[in-house]
């Protein structure tokens, strides 16, 4: 699977940065996330293309007011927070422009089939289905149809949702898609990540997958490489304390630094099944113990395990010797310190 001239899957893991609504409206904020995500090394940055009017009603009624007591967005009317939070569509070519000057790739979310029409006039290289949206099969077939790279993100998906949402994507058209593990809290914890799911979600649906990591810090996305991750998604911030609706769950800097350092680093210690000692290991041989002449022997003298010691370097014969070897004689003079080879042996000592 390939974004741009990323190659997912054969590259390190994807890093998208999701700018989302940190911009706080204002385009030169916009601008200087991009800069900064591409400083700290993201291959990505993400934004999500809706408008209040395509994603919901403009309504006061109870349904719209989120009533949830531990979302960040508590009390919040839908409307108004959508407002708030969009990015204007007339954003997204100055956006694009300044992703490519800085040589990182930049996509979207689209929410609707017109955000589809628009996106695909800026010519974005792939498509992201955000989690509240997985089970909009309308958007995910017009996305699918345009034949470029699908990210799906699975947030209180269940494996039957998930199965719909990429049947209907594949029938579609879409042949490169991959599958994100989420927990659609904000931000979420740990403990609800559940990312033994990943290997699971990758077989079930012969696909790529990642993670859209709501938690604080970088430790659950690390963790989430080791179990085939090859894609992670998290919100990014120039500082939390500019607040926005997104601030309170989103990377600064230093922390999407880290993020790229330490997921780069997980991957490249995957490696492959082996046992022995790698290329690399070889020179380290030498420090392991082998048996050695302690004292001096003359020929014909037994040895014991006085005279006949295990120890450091790995000159003379493997330690598992040591028994085979005791009480039997050697067949010439011996000077202390030499490492005991099977020419110091009678021969009829038999290798094992």
Same mark, same amino acid.
């Given at each position: 699977?390939?974004?741009?001239?990323?190659?997912?899957?054969?590259?390190?893991?994807?890093?998208?940065?999701?700018?989302?609504? =940190?911009? =706080?409206?204002?385009?030169?904020?916009?601008?200087?996330?991009?800069?900064?995500?591409?400083?700290?090394?993201?291959?990505?940055?993400?934004?999500?293309?809706?408008?209040?009017?395509?994603?919901?009603?403009?309504?006061?009624?109870?349904?719209?007011?989120?009533?949830?007591?531990?979302?960040?967005?508590?009390?919040?009317?839908?409307?108004?927070?959508?407002?708030?939070? @969009?990015?204007?569509? #007339?954003?997204?070519?100055?956006?694009?422009?300044?992703?490519?000057?800085?040589?990182?790739?930049?996509?979207?979310?689209?929410?609707? #089939?017109?955000?589809?029409?628009?996106?695909? =006039?800026?010519?974005?290289?792939? @498509?992201?289905?955000?989690?509240? #949206?997985?089970?909009?099969?309308?958007?995910?077939?017009?996305?699918?149809?345009?034949?470029?790279?699908?990210?799906?993100?699975?947030?209180?998906?269940?494996?039957?949702?998930?199965?719909?949402?990429?049947?209907?994507?594949?029938?579609?058209?879409?042949?490169?898609?991959?599958?994100?593990?989420?927990?659609?809290? @904000?931000?979420?914890?740990?403990?609800?990540? =559940?990312?033994?799911?990943?290997?699971?979600?990758?077989?079930?649906?012969?696909?790529?997958?990642?993670?859209?990591?709501?938690?604080?810090?970088?430790?659950?996305?690390?963790?989430?490489?080791?179990?085939?991750?090859?894609?992670?998604?998290?919100?990014?911030?120039?500082?939390?304390?500019?607040?926005?609706?997104?601030?309170?769950?989103?990377? #600064?800097?230093?922390?999407?630094?880290?993020?790229?350092?330490?997921?780069?680093?997980?991957?490249?210690?995957?490696?492959?099944?082996?046992?022995?000692?790698?290329?690399?290991?070889?020179k380290s041989l030498i420090l392991?113990?082998?048996?050695?002449?302690?004292?001096?022997?003359?020929?014909?003298?037994?040895?014991?395990?006085?005279?006949?010691?295990?120890?450091?370097?790995?000159?003379?014969?493997?330690?598992? @010797?040591f028994d085979l070897v005791m009480?039997?004689?050697?067949?010439?003079?011996?000077?202390?310190?030499?490492?005991?080879?099977?020419?110091?042996?009678?021969?009829?000592?038999?290798?094992?």
């Amino acid at each position: 699977m390939q974004i741009g001239t990323y190659e997912i899957g054969v590259s390190p893991p994807m890093i998208i940065a999701e700018m989302s609504g =940190n911009h =706080n409206q204002s385009l030169d904020r916009a601008l200087a996330i991009v800069d900064q995500a591409a400083e700290c090394g993201a291959h990505a940055i993400k934004l999500q293309t809706y408008t209040a009017n395509t994603i919901t009603l403009d309504s006061n009624a109870a349904d719209f007011v989120i009533q949830d007591i531990q979302s960040p967005w508590h009390g919040a009317n839908l409307h108004q927070l959508y407002s708030q939070a @969009y990015t204007p569509w #007339e954003w997204h070519h100055p956006i694009m422009e300044r992703a490519r000057d800085k040589g990182i790739l930049c996509f979207s979310s689209p929410f609707d #089939e017109s955000a589809v029409d628009f996106l695909e =006039n800026l010519a974005v290289p792939a @498509y992201k289905i955000a989690s509240f #949206e997985l089970t909009h099969l309308p958007l995910i077939r017009k996305v699918a149809a345009t034949g470029k790279p699908m990210i799906l993100s699975t947030g209180m998906a269940s494996i039957e949702e998930i199965d719909r949402a990429v049947k209907t994507a594949r029938a579609a058209g879409n042949k490169d898609l991959a599958l994100l593990k989420c927990t659609s809290t @904000y931000p979420a914890s740990p403990v609800n990540c =559940n990312l033994r799911t990943l290997p699971h979600l990758r077989d079930a649906f012969d696909c790529h997958v990642g993670l859209s990591d709501h938690t604080m810090g970088v430790g659950v996305s690390v963790a989430a490489i080791a179990l085939g991750a090859v894609i992670i998604e998290k919100h990014f911030t120039l500082d939390r304390n500019d607040g926005g609706v997104d601030s309170s769950f989103s990377m #600064e800097p230093e922390e999407l630094k880290a993020l790229v350092a330490e997921t780069e680093r997980a991957w490249l210690s995957l490696g492959k099944i082996t046992y022995g000692p790698t290329a690399i290991e070889l020179k380290s041989l030498i420090l392991r113990r082998s048996l050695y002449v302690a004292e001096a022997m003359t020929a014909g003298e037994v040895l014991t395990d006085v005279n006949l010691r295990c120890v450091r370097p790995g000159h003379g014969l493997d330690p598992k @010797y040591f028994d085979l070897v005791m009480g039997k004689q050697v067949v010439c003079d011996v000077a202390a310190g030499t490492p005991l080879g099977w020419q110091h042996l009678t021969q009829s000592v038999d290798k094992i």
